[in-house]
């Protein structure tokens, strides 16, 4: 493999860190040449100092100095700031690893596409809150979007080019989370500390949450819509606690392939910093006698309601599913901040999603998409403030 210039974005989280661990095992074969970060400036710092990148940016304005002061003498470039975040995902590089969390990584994602990058893409509220904007400008820059998060690369890797007309269903599996056994009124009242303990994946605390609700696997089906190309009634949801499984696809003839790997993130990096070739990832082998068995459920719409509002935004269409991503967003970040309870989080999402029936798109921008989120956030925040006491 000829060596790759990777720039990571969201480099401080748990995507951003799994791409540079995959990175270190390959120093030969890849350089990195820039990194960004939201708020963290001493983690950017320290990251920057080992991976030697051209230039380091961060979102929030209030490190500028501090970060240019962490890395001076280096001779990295640094920069704060929208704009900044933005330049650096624009660094000439082969590879973009998009590990923003949320709607935050949308606009300098969407500035690498604009660049005719390749895209390893985790990031997938990108696609949850603008997916027809962000995959037609993909394909109007030449840009190669790549799916990162596990299920979407094992489905890529399954389909591996043929025809999606012979796709009768692609599945997406997902482990059940921390509640799978639980009851409602136990998800309901859940801690933090009981949503954030997820059994088998080590992931940044808002993905962790959106696992725990089943939101993630929602988002997922709109994410594998977009990527894919696949109508909704093709795409389901199978709980497989084990996590060894990370898609389906069915083909018209009774074919089922499977994606199979250990549940570990290094998996689908490196797959995606090699493609079209493979490296090491450092995971363990695959054992499938040690694991013993794998088995599978139904998901349970009723006790977790997000997953079924997903459905209905997927189906719905149109602005649904940004501002069901909008709403979802600020309502983890309160149920995060000890503010409401979890079974607040699906109430709020729904309630903003009823006072969005009737809104239309017109047109299928990227701005467009984003002026959806800033509303569906206002009505969501103006929802939390007027039920303060929800369920608290
Ligand atoms: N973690 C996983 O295993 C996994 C798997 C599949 C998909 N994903 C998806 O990948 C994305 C990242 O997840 P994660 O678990 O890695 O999240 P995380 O650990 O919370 O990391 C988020 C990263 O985004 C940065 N960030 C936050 N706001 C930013 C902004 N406004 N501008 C620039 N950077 C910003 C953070 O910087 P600071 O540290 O400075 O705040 C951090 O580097 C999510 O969309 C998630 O759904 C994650």
Not at 86 to 97: E, K
Not at 121 to 137: H, Q, R, T, Y
């Amino acid at each position: 493999m000829t060596r790759k210039r990777v720039v990571v974005l969201g480099a401080t989280g748990s995507v951003g860190r799994t791409a540079l661990a995959v990175i270190s095992e390959h120093p030969d074969l890849f350089s990195v040449e820039a990194l960004v970060a939201g708020h963290d400036v001493d983690a950017l710092a320290q990251l920057a100092r080992s991976y030697r990148p051209k230039m380091v940016a961060i979102a929030d304005e209030a490190g500028a100095l501090a970060l240019k002061s962490a890395l001076s003498g280096t001779g990295i470039e640094t920069g704060a700031g929208p704009q900044a975040v933005i330049d650096a995902a624009c660094i000439d590089c082969d590879i973009v690893v998009a590990g923003i969390v949320g709607t935050s990584g949308l606009l300098p994602t969407f500035a690498a596409v604009k660049q005719g990058r390749m895209i390893a893409l985790a990031n997938k509220e990108c696609l949850v809150c603008a997916g027809d904007a962000f995959m037609a400008g993909a394909e109007y820059y030449g840009s190669r979007i790549l799916p990162l998060d596990s299920e979407h690369n094992a489905l890529f890797q399954v389909l591996d080019g043929q025809d999606k007309k012979f796709v009768t269903k692609m599945t997406l599996t997902a482990s059940g989370g921390p509640f799978r056994k639980w009851s409602k009124e136990a998800i309901d009242s859940a801690s933090v500390e009981q949503a954030l303990a997820h059994p088998n994946w080590s992931m940044g605390p808002k993905i962790t949450i959106d696992s725990a609700s089943m939101m993630n696997k929602g988002l997922e089906l709109i994410e594998a819509h977009h990527i894919f190309g696949i109508p909704a009634e093709r795409l389901d949801v199978l709980i497989h606690p084990q996590s060894i499984i990370h898609g389906l696809i069915s083909f018209a003839d009774g074919s089922v392939s499977a994606g199979m790997a250990m549940p570990d993130m290094r998996v689908p990096t490196a797959h995606c910093l090699a493609y079209p070739e493979r490296i090491t990832s450092g995971v363990v082998p695959l054992d499938l006698a040690a694991i013993g068995q794998l088995s599978f459920e139904r998901p349970d719409l009723v006790r977790f309601p997000a997953l079924a509002l997903a459905h209905q935004a997927l189906a719905a269409g149109g602005v649904m599913p940004a501002v069901m991503n909008a709403a979802n967003e600020v309502a983890v970040q309160t149920f995060l901040n000890g503010q409401c309870a979890f079974g607040a989080i699906s109430d709020i999402v729904f309630a903003v999603m009823e006072q969005a029936v009737g809104w239309t798109v017109g047109e299928r921008s990227i701005e467009r998409y984003l002026a959806v989120d800033v509303d569906a956030r206002r009505i969501a925040r103006d929802i939390i403030t007027h039920y303060a006491t929800m369920r608290l």
